[in-house]
C-alpha cells in the first residue's frame, strides 16, 4: 500500500535549488549584456569590471587581438591598499583605469558591467572613468 504522506524537501536541498537558479540567471544576465556589447563596441576596447566582496577589478579588453590594453584594482597599494568594498576605492579604480587607458591610448571604450547592476560601485567606478576622460 502507497502512503499518503508526502516527503518534504530539506531545507539545504532548497538553498542548493535556488543557490543554482540564481547562478543560471546571473550566467543569463552577463550573456544577454556581453551579446548587446557586441553589437554596440564596433571595434572599441571594452571596459569589463568584476566586482567581488571586499575588492574591485576593472580591465580595458581589446577583443580583437584578445589582449588587456589596461587593468587596475583595489588591490595596488597605491589605489585602495586592499580595502575595495566601498564607493570612494571604486571611484579610485575608475580613475586609475582612465589614466592608464589614456597612456595606451585608448579614449572610447563600451562598458561592460557584467551581471552586476549599474548601482552602487559599479556607478561609482564608471562616473570616475568618465571624470578621467574615457567616453562610453
Known amino acids: 500500500k ?6 518534504s524537501i530539506s531545507s539545504a536541498r532548497k538553498a542548493r535549488r535556488n543557490r543554482s537558479v540564481m547562478t543560471q540567471q546571473s550566467v543569463k ?8 556589447l557586441h ?7 571594452r571596459l569589463s569590471v568584476f566586482r567581488s566582496h571586499q575588492n574591485i ?4 579588453i581589446d577583443d580583437a ?3 588587456t ?11 585602495g591598499g586592499g580595502k575595495g568594498g566601498n564607493k ?3 571611484a579610485a579604480v575608475g580613475k586609475a583605469i582612465a589614466e592608464r587607458a589614456k597612456a595606451a591610448g585608448v579614449l572610447e571604450v563600451v562598458f561592460d558591467r557584467g551581471d552586476y547592476m549599474f548601482h552602487g ?5 564608471a562616473d570616475a572613468a568618465r571624470e578621467g576622460g574615457l567616453s562610453f
Open 29 to 36: 544576465r552577463r550573456i544577454r549584456v556581453r551579446k548587446k
Open 65 to 67: 587581438k584578445g589582449a
Open 121 to 125: 560601485r559599479v556607478k561609482a567606478l
Open 69 to 79: 590594453l589596461a587593468a587596475a584594482s583595489t588591490l595596488e597599494k597605491d589605489i
Open 2 to 7: 502507497a502512503s499518503n504522506t508526502k516527503t
Open 88 to 90: 570612494e576605492a571604486a
Open 57 to 60: 577589478y576593472a580591465q580595458i
Open 39 to 45: 553589437r554596440k563596441s564596433v571595434g572599441r576596447p
